[in-house]
């Protein structure tokens, strides 16, 4: 770092034994940055390269809020909100996150596509996927998968097909060492060496998989010219189809350094890149802790330099697909046959590691064939009792189209025709909305995390200042009197009510006679 930065050394030494940087990222699936200024309990500050990210006081606790609970904010890094920003998603993108878990990218990616579009989010490692799974879940999003797979594979199912993919990609983790101190500890592990083989490898397979015209952004937490404006430079020559984009000047990023592509900055001359591409990595830039309030990143936007495919390839068959799917019903035209796909997993917290390893050992998660356990109801069945809820707990302004999926007696609504997903080893098809039980339909707590009170035809406002919500959160039972509940059109009271804190939902409960019985899940509930 000396060699890299020469006089400016001393300052990003002296950056670490400044204070860390906490923010959040408000979720525009559910509330606008606007809205959350009124009701919010923290002081926000802007980040500057995120329209919807902000700082907070460190030590400020914002998991422990029913507002978090409520997937209004992820806490995310400021630094690590850069990334998917510049990827500059936009409602109907088709857009990939390879590298995802735990999962604050893709929600910042879902956010932009506001339900409309398709996010196929990824991750190599098994245990982390859960997590990933929970994030999407929590925070409302409908139109994403979620697979557990490696690059490779998810080239050979998804050609051309996407026009936006985001790369955060496993690296040496340099960038971090003030955010976690074990990242540290870890640094020789992850070497620089190890780490480039597998960038480059991603990197390939990531311009397989973009339609001509698209756009990959390219992201590390190191500060190694190798993981960094090397993989650009070698990208660029191998691909010269493909240039850098600048990021915005008003970011206040650092320019990337085409100089650091020689000795004495790197450990040996490479040969494996044009003079031409080295000078695009200046327009590639970084996140420096000693000039921005942040942790250490790398970004580089790459854009296809071919014409976006018109009614071909990817275009056309995602209007295939789309032209499958009625938009203001229930179901699909014709149900599909079930594919082989994982089952489900339960939730758990996770971190993500930056080494590209699959977790081993205790905790693994363990898959399961469709309908391997429990009973399998006929599909016709399970569609018929899910349309049967819908139609006696949702209003006609809930938008629930999508392939139907089955995993047992679980059925998901998928953005893609199953099909598509045949082979790889998938987490999440889509978006959850329930199971079978006893002859009739439970709804998931995805459903109701996605859901809006106008859109079921009972909702219940849980008061915050008296405790109320929280005890919610805890799968506290409630007293709640029956004018309490907002009953849309003319629907009795007994049954199925989103609750929720204010516009924003919780999850589900059962009313009648005056007690509101907790459908909360055990694994969601506030500890």
């Known amino acids: 770092m000396q060699t890299l930065l020469g006089e400016e050394y001393p300052d990003f030494a002296a950056s670490y034994d400044h204070p860390r940087y906490a923010g959040i990222r ?8 606007e809205a959350f200024a009124k009701l919010t309990p923290f002081e926000l500050k802007p980040v500057p390269w995120c329209e919807t990210g902000y700082y907070i006081e460190e030590g400020r606790k914002p998991g422990k809020h029913p507002y978090y609970h409520a997937g209004l904010y992820y806490i995310q890094e400021p630094s690590a909100m850069a990334p998917a920003e510049a990827l500059d998603v936009q409602p109907g993108d088709r857009v990939l996150d390879l590298c995802a878990a735990p999962g604050g990218k893709s929600t910042q990616i879902a956010a932009r596509l506001q339900g409309q579009g398709v996010l196929v989010t990824n991750d190599v490692s098994e245990l982390r996927t859960k997590a990933l799974a929970k994030n999407m879940e929590l925070y409302g999003v409908k139109n994403a998968i979620v697979l557990n797979e490696s690059p490779e594979r998810i080239l050979q199912a998804f050609p051309g097909y996407f026009n936006k993919i985001l790369i955060d990609a496993p690296c040496s983790g340099e960038g971090m060492f003030r955010k976690d101190e074990d990242m540290a500890r870890q640094w020789e592990k992850h070497s620089v060496e190890v780490c480039s083989v597998m960038q480059r490898d991603i990197l390939k397979s990531a311009a397989g998989m973009l339609a001509p015209g698209g756009t990959i952004v390219y992201s590390t937490c190191t500060f ?24 915005p000047a008003e970011w206040g990023l650092a320019k990337g350094r085409p100089d650091w592509l020689h000795p004495p900055y790197m450990n040996e001359e490479q040969d494996v890149y044009t003079d031409e591409a080295a000078a695009q990595t200046g327009d590639t830039g970084r996140l420096w802790p000693h000039r921005i309030k942040g942790e250490g990143h790398f970004v580089a936007v790459l854009r296809h330099t071919g014409q976006p495919v018109q009614a071909q390839n ?14 203001d019903s229930w179901l699909p035209v014709k149900p599909v046959e079930p594919a082989k796909l994982s089952n489900p997993a339960k939730p758990v917290q996770s971190g993500k590691s930056k080494t590209g390893k699959t977790d081993k050992g205790k905790g693994r998660g363990k898959r399961q064939e469709s309908g391997a356990a429990g009973v399998m109801l006929n599909q016709e069945e399970l569609l018929a009792a899910w349309r049967q809820f819908a139609g006696q707990n949702l209003s006609d302004k809930a938008g629930t189209a999508g392939y139907p999926v089955f995993f047992g007696t679980n059925l998901y609504l998928s953005p893609l025709d199953p099909y598509r997903l045949n082979g790889l080893k998938t987490v999440r098809p889509g978006w959850y909305v329930g199971s079978a039980k006893n002859g009739r339909f439970v709804p998931g707590q995805p459903l109701a995390a996605a859901l809006r009170p106008e859109e079921s035809l009972r909702s219940v406002r849980l008061s915050l200042e008296d405790g109320e919500a929280v005890r919610y959160l805890k799968g506290e039972t409630l007293q709640v009197s029956e004018d309490r509940l907002n009953c849309l059109n003319d629907s009795q009271p007994k049954g199925y009510v989103l609750v929720g804190i204010g516009d924003y939902s919780l999850g589900w409960a059962k009313w009648q006679d005056g007690m509101l019985k907790n459908e909360y899940p055990a694994g969601w509930r506030w500890t």
Do not use: G, M, W, Y
């Open 26 to 33: 408000i979720n525009t699936l559910k509330i606008s940055p």
């Open 224 to 247: 190694a010219p190798e993981e960094d404006e090397a993989q650009i430079a070698e990208f660029l020559t191998r691909h010269p189809d493909f240039e850098v984009v600048p990021l």
């Open 314 to 327: 990817a275009d056309q068959i995602q209007a295939q697909d789309q032209d499958l799917i009625q938009e």
